[in-house]
């Protein structure tokens, strides 16, 4: 019941007792409708005091894959700053707020509440914590870049949380919710730790390394310990389309063979520099290569791949074995990738506006499922590549179930991944292949050559 509803009941009320009063002979009945509505407020007012109970596994999360679905897309980082205790850091681009005029000041002024669920994991019933807070923000001249905000949280240690999130803008009345993963089933996961490149780059999981610069790690908190870091190359396999059946009996995850190892001392919480190499980073407990993380530096830029080979490895979803190897044959990848456009999209027009969308989806593939290889190689890459962001998102603690309906460039499909668990990714996901997808992912390929 909102406060207009209770003004006008409580109005009702006060009526009900004049007449009471006024008219005695009707006072049984009077006396009976009070009672009766007394009964309901209360009723109602111990309904309106429950929060609802908010739960990631019921929830379309469509809009974390594709950027139109939402007006609001703030971002987080999640940091345990103690052994109980969790900084979530939020921001927010100001563009994307509202900002309203205050009726008293001559200032404008957005105004945001974030909302959280905190559960012992993705698929519980369990609420650990839950709270909201309301935030504000004043426009000036000088526009920040992005606004930040800062929350804690209680977390005791030992355990993989679910946070659900729920950012709504107050003025403008929309909505963004998120599942976040804290971290805290050992004291050497990512969230725990900060690299730092130099005094004003500091930068919480995931770590994307730029290659031949000087890193500095902090631990959560100031102490002595040695951590052992192993370098991995990077590894060139591309997943083979949704309709080809892999062997049940081949290994998920390859064999990964070290390049170099070394280890990295601690001193009241900070590490001693190391230069960073191309490649995949797998930081752990010494001695203990089960508790670790990892950090990637898999080419400059990343991941942008502008200026990398995977501009044109990226190609391989959409050309035949002969296309792609001549893709290789040319010394400037620049000219492969305008001859190979021009040649399939009939004219320069048309041949850069897929470019651009092709090379906005493989960026963003590395961003949302870089595991041990970059995004746009894994089985959730390559279906975002060729058939875009899907139309609903759903999912369970090991699983995500994409679908797309039917449209102008999109065939129907439902497609499921299963989260590998690996000491070196948690965002490793395989796609259920079948054979039924080969005309679906031949009409979807088929779309990027007409």
């Known amino acids: 019941m909102n406060k207009k509803e209770h003004q006008n009941v409580s109005l009702y009320l006060m009526f009900l007792k004049t007449l009471n009063h006024q008219y005695p002979q009707i006072q049984p009945f009077i006396s009976m409708y009070i009672r009766r509505i007394l009964v309901l407020l209360a009723i109602l007012s111990l309904f309106s005091t429950c929060r609802p109970l908010k739960r990631p596994v019921n929830v379309n999360f469509a809009h974390l894959y594709n950027s139109e679905l939402s007006v609001v897309q703030p971002e987080y980082s999640i940091f345990h700053h103690q052994t109980d205790s969790t900084k979530l850091i939020m921001y927010i681009n100001p563009d994307e707020l509202l900002y309203v005029r205050d009726a008293t000041e001559d200032f404008f002024t957005s105004r945001f509440q974030l909302s959280w669920y905190l559960f012992e994991n993705f698929e519980s019933r369990n609420l650990s914590d839950s709270a909201k807070i309301v935030f504000s923000d004043t426009l000036t001249v000088d526009l920040k870049p992005y606004i930040e905000r800062t929350v804690k949280l209680a977390t005791p240690p030992g355990l993989r949380y679910t946070l659900f999130t729920e950012f709504e803008d107050l003025n403008r009345r929309t909505r963004h919710q998120d599942a976040l993963t804290l971290d805290k089933s050992h004291p050497y996961t990512s969230q725990f730790f900060v ?92 001695g203990n290569s089960e508790l670790g993380f990892v950090a990637y530096a898999f080419h400059p830029g990343f991941p942008n791949v502008s200026d990398s080979d995977d501009v044109l490895r990226s190609l391989r979803y959409i050309t035949s074995a002969d296309e792609y190897q001549q893709l290789f044959t040319y010394n400037d990848s620049r000219l492969a990738i305008e001859r190979f456009w021009n040649r399939s999209a009939g004219n320069p027009d048309r041949a850069r506006e897929l470019i651009s969308r092709y090379y906005n989806r493989v960026n963003n593939a590395n961003i949302l499922f870089t595991s041990f290889v970059p995004g746009w190689q894994t089985d959730r890459g390559m279906i975002y590549i060729i058939f875009g962001p899907p139309h609903s998102v759903f999912k369970t603690e090991n699983t995500e179930t994409w679908r797309y309906t039917e449209g102008m460039n999109v065939p129907s499909a439902t497609f499921t991944f299963n989260r590998i668990n690996n000491k070196y990714s948690p965002n490793h996901y395989v796609l259920e292949r079948d054979q039924s997808y080969r005309s679906t992912w031949n009409h979807a390929v088929s779309i990027w050559r007409r």
């Open 195 to 286: 690299f730092s490149e130099n005094e004003n780059s500091k930068s919480t999981a995931p770590f994307f390394l730029s290659s031949q610069k000087n890193f500095e790690i902090t631990y959560a908190e100031a102490l002595n310990f040695e951590l052992s870091a192993y370098l991995y190359p990077t590894h060139d396999i591309i997943p083979v389309p949704p309709f080809v059946v892999i062997d049940s009996k081949v290994k998920h995850l390859p064999e990964l063979v070290a390049d170099t190892s070394f280890v990295l001392d601690f001193r009241n919480g900070k590490s001693s520099l190391f230069t960073s190499l191309k490649g995949l980073y797998h930081f752990h407990e010494k």
